[in-house]
């Protein structure tokens, strides 16, 4: 509807009738650096098209997350698009099964519990992590990038373009983390997503992320989440 959202300058971008689409004209007035939630695959590739028309860039102007992780769909969209993971074949397995008992008469069943999601498959449209001060993005992309390797606080300093004491400055300002902190934190996604993802033992699990071994990774993710690597995982096994 032509009233239903605000004018936009970025409106002129496009023709007529795609200025007076609502999902069109709702994409136009949104702020810089909006996250926005799909609430499935088909709806955030559709998203990613109004997205598309009025030129803005993913993830640098507006993030797009999509639910379900339909790899076809997530792959073929015009900027590669993150999607929630979800235990699909599993409750499919449980709903049948439920489908089954009810059919043979069973009275009462134990419906299936709800099943969490197995985690954010990460793509283009939301890789990028938007901070205000150049230095400290240099900083983190270098950390993203390098983190899985020996990574000294002075190295990642240097590649920033500043000293470590400045650097360390910056990091509690924009973040409020030492550098150590979020390069544990980057750490520790990485090992989630391989807990939830693979069946590596913690060695290996913390070899491949940087954590060394599979101690340090039990000590470190029991300190941080409150619980121990294998605990998160079975949370995502059958």
């Not at 496009?14 to 499935?40: E, H, M, N, Y």
């Not at 390098?146 to 300002?173: C, D, N, V």
Request: hydrophobic content about 40%; proline content about 6%; some cysteine.
């Amino acid at each position: 509807e032509q009233g239903k959202y605000p004018a936009s300058p970025l409106l002129k971008r496009v023709s007529k009738d795609l200025a007076g689409f609502a999902p069109v004209r709702w994409v136009a007035q949104l702020p810089p650096q909006t996250g926005i939630l799909a609430s499935d695959d088909i709806r955030g590739s559709f998203m990613s098209n109004c997205i598309a028309h009025l030129e803005l860039r993913m993830p640098e102007d507006l993030g797009l997350l999509g639910v379900g992780n339909d790899s076809i769909r997530c792959e073929t969209t015009l900027v590669p698009m993150s999607s929630i993971d979800l235990p699909a074949q599993e409750v499919g397995y449980e709903a049948a099964r439920s489908l089954e008992l009810i059919l043979r008469g069973r009275k009462r069943i134990r419906f299936p519990q709800f099943r969490p999601p197995t985690g954010v498959i990460e793509r283009q449209s939301t890789d990028l992590l938007k901070v205000e001060h150049p230095n400290v993005a240099k900083a983190l992309a270098f950390m993203q990038a390098e983190g899985r390797h020996k990574l000294p606080a002075e190295t990642i300093a240097r590649t920033a373009g500043m000293s470590l004491r400045s650097l360390e400055r910056a990091f509690q300002k924009v973040l409020g983390r030492t550098i150590q902190q979020e390069l544990i934190r980057i750490r520790l996604e990485w090992a989630k997503r391989d807990l939830r993802a693979t069946d590596h033992n913690l060695d290996q699990v913390g070899a491949e992320c940087g954590l060394n071994s599979g101690v340090y990774l039990s000590q470190l993710f029991k300190k941080v989440e409150g619980i121990s690597p294998g605990e998160y995982r079975r949370q995502f096994q059958h």
